[in-house]
């Protein structure tokens, strides 16, 4: 199994708290995502990188910054966690993004906004 | 736009085969995956597909016709175990990974 590991693993917050997840891989692996999933809408990308300090948006960016200070940690923050963010929310690796290579995901953080 | 379809919901029996559907239009085309999630859990890979044809991996196979847009997962040997969702995924002209919704699978004894 690759090694991406997410945490927390859980989590409930109020609405208007800052609230980060984490991503941590041992693969080396230079693309990391983050994806939400919620029912009836599939995986869509919030943000993802290419490196260290590098990232870039994706279809549902709007609330939501990550950063990346090292390879193997990629940190998604809600500014300011509002009821639609409540879902769950998937990392995801990559060897090389201009390769066809699959992804690999972590266990998932399932997020409630209340 | 970018549009990934599949049915939202099927349902097999015990030993039978299922053929699950994905239909795709893309801005490119770098290859399609297929991926397995069981309630709760993170989707696993199953398959990668670039060139037309089948694949077989076991009980596992998918096609692809890229002319058409069009690719399958078929699943024969059903087992309790393969009730799952399989989403359909395609690489695009940039190598972004474009999502369907997923196909719910339930299978019956």
């Known amino acids: 199994d690759a090694g991406i590991t997410q945490s927390p693993r859980h989590k409930v917050t109020e609405t208007g708290t800052p609230v980060t997840l984490r991503c941590h891989q041992t693969?080396?692996?230079?693309?990391m995502y983050w994806y939400r999933q919620d029912p009836g809408h599939g995986l869509r990308l919030i943000h993802y990188s290419y490196g260290v300090k590098d990232t870039d948006k994706g279809e549902v960016s709007d609330g939501y910054s990550v950063s990346r200070s090292k390879t193997e940690d990629f940190l998604l923050t809600l500014e300011s966690a509002t009821s639609s963010q409540t879902s769950v929310y998937f990392c995801?690796?990559?060897?090389?993004?201009?390769?066809?290579?699959?992804?690999?995901f972590g266990q998932g953080t399932r997020l409630t906004v209340v | 736009g970018q549009n990934i379809d599949q049915p939202t919901e099927m349902t097999a029996t015990e030993g039978a085969i299922v053929q699950i559907n994905c239909t795709y239009q893309?801005?490119?085309?770098?290859?399609l995956f297929w991926y397995q999630q069981h309630a709760g859990e993170a989707p696993t890979f199953l398959s990668y597909n670039v060139l037309d044809g089948l694949e077989e991996k076991g009980r596992f196979s998918s096609f692809l016709s890229r002319s058409k847009g069009y690719s399958y997962l078929l699943l024969k040997e059903l087992q309790m175990k393969d009730s799952a969702s399989y989403l359909c995924?395609?690489?695009?002209?940039?190598?972004?990974?474009?999502w369907g919704a997923g196909t719910k699978l339930i299978i019956k004894p």
């Open positions: 995801a690796i990559r060897q090389g993004e201009f390769e066809a290579t699959e992804a690999f």
């Open positions: 893309t801005s490119g085309f770098n290859g």
């Open positions: 995924a395609v690489l695009d002209s940039n190598y972004q990974l474009i």
């Open positions: 693969e080396n692996h230079r693309y």
